[in-house]
């Protein structure tokens, strides 16, 4: 592998694809642990995904020069005091799109944030003792879990981007 800083998010793309592959296989498999296979593979999703933007992010940085340019989190990239010290266009248009959550990236970061939260138990409603025949309902939706679709819709997101990006990195 070259060392180059875009062969890893050229890898990291290539991963996502690879764990979307195995998770439609294990959606089409009825085997007794398809379930947690398909689990399995939506988080390593989220894992490649995530390192496929800290990897352009990398890139970016590298190529301007910028301090911190070796960070091991995206998050270090994508603010304003570093888009301050170290203008540019690129690292303006992913620190837009991380800020606002209904965006692709957006709900990627959040998405990868959440893999390290602990599970929680649904919280219930206090009742009271006395009355035994009313039974307290929340109405809270469940956030369904991510699909195959929306991870490869992301991934096609972050691989334009960073083709976008290279063809404006191009030194002549």
Request: charged share 25%; glycine share 4%.
């Amino acid at each position: 592998m070259a060392h180059e800083l875009y062969t890893r998010t050229n890898q990291k793309i290539f991963f996502t694809g690879l764990s979307l592959e195995s998770w439609r296989k294990a959606e089409e498999t009825a085997s007794m642990n398809s379930q947690g296979l398909i689990q399995a593979e939506r988080e390593a999703c989220l894992f490649h995904l995530y390192g496929a933007l800290l990897g352009l992010c990398h890139e970016i940085a590298g190529y301007y020069r910028s301090p911190g340019a070796d960070a091991p989190v995206v998050e270090a990239f994508l603010t304003r005091s570093v888009l301050e010290a170290a203008p540019s266009p690129e690292l303006a248009e992913l620190l837009e799109l991380s800020e606002q959550p209904s965006t692709w990236l957006g709900q990627l970061l959040a998405a990868y944030r959440q893999l390290f939260q602990p599970p929680r138990a649904p919280a219930k409603a206090k009742t009271d003792p006395r009355q035994l025949l009313i039974e307290a309902v929340t109405v809270e939706d469940e956030t369904p879990p991510l699909t195959r679709a929306e991870l490869e819709a992301w991934r096609q997101n972050l691989k334009g981007l960073a083709l976008r990006y290279r063809e404006s990195l191009t030194e002549w």
